[in-house]
Each structure stands twice: as structure tokens, then as C-alpha cells.
């Protein structure tokens, strides 16, 4: 198990930008693969983007393509989720993720079902 905390949220203004980090506690993650979903009130969780911690694999949601990027620091255990351009619409409850066995999927998981470990969210709100 790993424990995850997130922080960076807050409110902005749309066209703004704001960077989220993943603190990662507990064990080794070179096998893992590490996330960011989000979830707006009334609707379901959303992948977002995530990352192969020992590869550097990388994918991203369609609909933040191009305006977030995800990296991780290995030295200190972290995950960023940086976002530009912000829209209304990328106003959610922002949460870390940690699929312990991704690295050996053939492809990164999209489904939140394959993900192990949760942080408690931090919230960004973009104003139009």
C-alpha cells in the first residue's frame, strides 16, 4: 500500500494555470503506475493523465490533451499534473492514483477500478 497527498489546488481564472503534486509514501514504486482523475459534481470520475513511474510511459485524457502535463520527480517521490488554459469545465475534485501493477499491463489502465491507492482530492475551481 501507498500512501498519496495531494496539494495545489485552488481557485483560478479561466485561461489561467495551476500545478497539482502527488506525494507518495510506503514503498518502492518502480512497479507502479501513478495517476491523476478528477470528478466535477454529478458526474463520474475521470482519468486525467498518468504516468510509468520506471519507464516514463505517459498518457492523457482527450479532453486535457495538450494543456496538462503529468511528470514525476523519482528523487522525491512525487507526481505533478501542471495545467494551462484552464477551462471552467476543469473544475473538479482533483485525486492522486496508484495502480501498483501497471507497469506490467500492456497498456495504462484508464479504468479507476485498476487503481490501488487513493489520495484524498484536492479541489481546483476555474472561474469563467
Known amino acids: 500500500q501507498v500512501q498519496l497527498v495531494e496539494s495545489g489546488g485552488g481557485l483560478v481564472h479561466a485561461g489561467g494555470s495551476l500545478s497539482l503534486s502527488c506525494a507518495a509514501a510506503?514503498?518502492?514504486?518502480?512497479?507502479?503506475?501513478m495517476a491523476w482523475f478528477r470528478q466535477a459534481p454529478g458526474k463520474e470520475r475521470e482519468f486525467v493523465a498518468a504516468i510509468a513511474w520506471s519507464r516514463g510511459r505517459i498518457y492523457y485524457g482527450d479532453s486535457v490533451k495538450g494543456r496538462f502535463t503529468i511528470s514525476r520527480d523519482v528523487a522525491k517521490n512525487t507526481v505533478a499534473l501542471q495545467m494551462n488554459t484552464l477551462k471552467a469545465e476543469d473544475t473538479a475534485l482533483y485525486y492522486c492514483?496508484?495502480?501498483?501493477?501497471?507497469?506490467?499491463?500492456?497498456?495504462?489502465?484508464?479504468?479507476?477500478?485498476?487503481?490501488?491507492?487513493w489520495g484524498q482530492g484536492t479541489q481546483v475551481t476555474v472561474s469563467s
Open positions: 492514483a496508484a495502480d501498483s501493477g501497471g507497469e506490467y499491463r500492456a497498456t495504462i489502465s484508464l479504468r479507476q477500478q485498476s487503481y490501488d491507492d
Open positions: 510506503g514503498r518502492s514504486l518502480d512497479s507502479y503506475v
